[in-house]
Every structure is written in structure tokens, then in C-alpha cells.
T-cell receptor, first 112, second 116 residues
Framework: GENVEQHPSTLSVQEGDSAVIKCTYS??????FPWYKQELGKRPQLIID?????GEKKDQRIAVTLNKTAKHFSLHITETQPEDSAVYFC???????????FGTGTRLTIIP | GAVVSQHPSWVICKSGTSVKIECRSL??????MFWYRQFPKQSLMLMAT?????????EQGVEKDKFLINHASLTLSTLTVTSAHPEDSSFYIC????????????FGNGTRLTVT
């Protein structure tokens, strides 16, 4: 089955700086890669996703890049703000099969 | 947008009792729902896939007789933790997706189960 690794497990960034979280996956058939933000005790919230026919996708301060050859994808958050502090999870699945495999999570702390 | 409602949000029960958690898709029909479990500071681990009108598909290592799943309608799936023990204490989250291959997965609010 699919295996998703995520790094780093914790990340502290000065407010205003950029944060990058990286994930690798094992199943070359995976073609859907969402990123979720989870605040303590709350549900994961989808923040951005990318499909394998696209190399990069951007939504305001958030961007995701995908390298299908290397089987890795990354989340980029620019101009970080305190409200960006949360745990971020990457995930991978095969379109049409909604079963998501999650990475181990990254606890992002934005230092004011 | 699509909303998934989960109830209860938290529950405390005694060891040996059973607990039922409900997951509803409020404004869409979901033939498939997913049940995840999340231990503190850990990732979400898929427990089972709930299929409307048929048996659930369980992930390896998940006891189907302990975690009973019923998906009787297109908007409701239930997870019953039977004979709960302290090690079953966890955050249980359901998810579902609106029709269409490109619809994102939506999560319920989660249920924090504490077994004393």
C-alpha cells in the first residue's frame, strides 16, 4: 500500500518568513495530493490540493509543488502569520479511490 | 460547501460499555464514508471504509467485531466501539466526499472518546 513520509515533524518560523513542509510517497499510481491544517482538537481542514497533471498550484500565501518523477510534493507558506500555527498533514490517494494515506504531520509554530 | 456532522463531540464511558458515534453528510449524499482514528500528537490512521448498503472494509489490524460500522443510508454512517477499554481512548473522525471524482474529502468535527 501507499506510504507517505513527511518532514520536518516540527518547524518554528519567524513571523513573516516562509515555511516549507515536504512529503514523499511510495505508490506511483497516486495522483491526488491534498494538504490539511489541523488546529488542536479540531477537524482537519483542506487548505490546498494538487493533482498529478499539474506541477504547481498557488492560492494566495499558500503554494504546493509536485515532482511526480521523484514522488515528492511540498507545501510552501509565505509571509507567515501567527494564525498559521497548527499541525499540517500531507496526504496521497488515487483519484476515484477516496482512501487517503496521511503523512505523520508537521507542527508549525509561528514566532511573533 | 459540503458539511459533515459528527456526534457526539466528546464522550466519557466506563470500561466494558459500548459507544456509538454518528457521522452525517448534511447537504450531500455519500455512498462512501471513512472512519479515522487519531492518537495524541499522531497522524490520522484509516480504520475502515463504510459503504452504503454493504459491509464495511476494514484496514489491517482493525477488529471488525470491536468497531462495528453501519451505513444504512446515503447520509448516515455509525461507528460503534463495543466493549470499550482505556486503550480505545482516542479521537475518532469520519469523512466523506460529495459526488464527483474531483470533490475534496470533508471531515467531521471528530469525537474524543475517553474510556475510564
Amino acid at each position: 500500500g501507499e506510504n507517505v513520509e513527511q518532514h520536518p515533524s516540527t518547524l518554528s518560523v519567524q513571523e513573516g518568513d516562509s515555511a516549507v513542509i515536504k512529503c514523499t510517497y511510495s505508490d506511483s499510481a497516486s495522483n491526488y495530493f491534498p494538504w490539511y491544517k489541523q488546529e488542536l482538537g479540531k477537524r482537519p481542514q483542506l487548505i490546498i490540493d494538487i493533482r498529478s497533471n499539474v506541477g504547481e498550484k498557488k492560492d494566495q500565501r499558500i503554494a504546493v509543488t509536485l515532482n511526480k518523477t521523484a514522488k515528492h510534493f511540498s507545501l510552501h507558506i509565505t509571509e507567515t502569520q501567527p494564525e498559521d500555527s497548527a499541525v499540517y498533514f500531507c496526504a496521497a490517494s488515487i483519484s476515484g479511490n477516496e482512501k487517503l494515506t496521511f503523512g505523520t504531520g508537521t507542527r508549525l509554530t509561528i514566532i511573533p | 460547501g459540503a458539511v459533515v456532522s459528527q456526534h457526539p463531540s466528546w464522550v466519557i464511558c466506563k470500561s466494558g460499555t459500548s459507544v456509538k458515534i454518528e457521522c452525517r453528510s448534511l447537504d450531500f449524499q455519500a455512498t462512501t464514508m471513512f472512519w479515522y482514528r487519531q492518537f495524541p500528537k499522531q497522524s490520522l490512521m484509516l480504520m475502515a471504509t463504510s459503504n452504503e448498503g454493504s459491509k464495511a472494509t476494514y484496514e489491517q489490524g482493525v477488529e471488525k467485531d470491536k468497531f462495528l460500522i453501519n451505513h444504512a443510508s446515503l447520509t448516515l454512517s455509525t461507528l460503534t466501539v463495543t466493549s470499550a477499554h482505556p486503550e480505545d481512548s482516542s479521537f475518532y473522525i469520519c469523512s466523506a466526499r460529495d459526488a464527483g471524482e474531483r470533490s475534496p474529502l470533508h471531515f467531521g468535527n471528530g469525537t474524543r472518546l475517553t474510556v475510564t
